[in-house]
C-alpha cells in the first residue's frame, strides 16, 4: 500500500489499511474472491476508499440485512458474481427463559468473546426487546453454539434459524442535524445529550465511552466519518456526514442517534 495513503487516517489505523493493501494484492495475484471478518462501519469506509482508489476490482458488503452495522467484505475480480451464500454467515435465535430472566447487547456480547473468539467473527446482535439473535461467522459457528450454555447466570441454548425468521431490530437510529464546535469525543457527546463538557469528559475518563467498539479515554479524541460512539447509560452515537463549516467555523454534521 502506498505510503501517501495513511495520511487520510488515523495513525491507529495503519494495521488495518496494511490489511486491506494485502487482501487487494492477493486478488489481484491470484484472482479470486477474498472475503473479510466482520468490520465495523469505519473500516467499511476505509476499506471502500482504499479499493476504489488502489485497484479496479469490485467489492460487495453484507451483513444479514440491509440495515446491518457489522459487515463482511468480498472483494473479487470483474469476471465474478457473488450471492449471499459467499459471505458465509448464519444467524442464531438465542434460547432463554424469558418470563424469568432477561438479557443484555453488553452480556451477550461478552459471553461471545469470552469464548476466546474475536469480536469481528460477529456481526451484528438484534433483539425486539424479547428475542435476541446474532450473526456468526461460519468459521466458529459451531464452536460457539458448544461454548455458549450460560449468559451470566442464565442458561441458554443458541439454535440456528433461517434469514426469514430475523426479528425486527427494535433499535433504530434518528438523524440529528447538529454544529459541533469541533469534531472532539467529548464535544460531540456534550451536544447531542445536552450535558455539560465537564460532565462527558467525566463519562470518558471513567471508561464509559467507546469509540468503535473500544474504550476511549481521551476527552479531546477527534472523531471521524461513520465513527460510531458508545456511552454507557446514554446511547450511541454515529458521524454519518460531515456537512461543512458555518461562518463562525463550526462544524455542521449529520448525526445518527440511539438514545437509551
Known amino acids: ?12 489505523e ?18 479470486a474472491p477474498y472475503l473479510t471478518e466482520f468490520l465495523d462501519p469505519r473500516q467499511c469506509y476505509i476499506l471502500e476508499t482504499l479499493i476504489r482508489q488502489n485497484s479496479d476490482l469490485r467489492f460487495q458488503l453484507y451483513g444479514g440485512y440491509e440495515q446491518a452495522e457489522r459487515k463482511r467484505c468480498l472483494i473479487f475480480p470483474d469476471y465474478y458474481e457473488p450471492v449471499d451464500d459467499d459471505f458465509e454467515m448464519s444467524l442464531y435465535e438465542i ?46 459457528d459451531h464452536f460457539v453454539v458448544n461454548q455458549v450454555t450460560k449468559i451470566g447466570k442464565v442458561a ?13 431490530p427494535k433499535d433504530s437510529w434518528t438523524q ?5 464546535s ?7 457527546i456534550s451536544e447531542i445529550y445536552n450535558i455539560s463538557r465537564q460532565r462527558s469528559k467525566q463519562l470518558i475518563e471513567s471508561g464509559k465511552v467507546k469509540v468503535n467498539w473500544t474504550e476511549n479515554t481521551k476527552p479531546d479524541f477527534l472523531l ?27 462544524c455542521r454534521v449529520l448525526f445518527g442517534v440511539l438514545r437509551k
Open 1 to 12: 500500500m502506498d505510503t501517501n495513503v495513511y495520511q487520510h487516517f488515523r495513525v491507529d
Open 176 to 180: 440529528e442535524r447538529g454544529t459541533v
Open 95 to 140: 434460547h432463554y427463559p424469558s418470563k424469568f430472566a432477561s438479557l443484555s447487547h453488553g452480556k451477550i456480547l461478552g459471553t461471545l468473546v469470552g469464548t476466546g473468539i474475536k469480536r469481528s467473527y460477529f456481526g451484528d446482535i438484534i433483539s425486539d426487546d424479547d428475542r435476541w439473535q446474532v450473526f456468526i461467522a461460519d468459521e466458529i
Open 224 to 250: 471521524e466519518l461513520l465513527d460510531i460512539v458508545s456511552i454507557r447509560g446514554y446511547g450511541r452515537i454515529q458521524i454519518q456526514d460531515l456537512e461543512g463549516k458555518t461562518k463562525k467555523d463550526k
Open 14 to 31: 495503519r494495521p488495518f489499511i496494511d490489511s486491506v493493501g494485502d487482501w487487494i494484492e492477493q486478488v489481484q495475484s491470484q484472482y
Open 182 to 188: 469541533s469534531l472532539r469525543l467529548d464535544s460531540v
Open 156 to 168: 441458554v441454548r443458541l439454535e440456528e434459524i433461517n434469514y426469514t425468521d430475523m426479528i425486527l
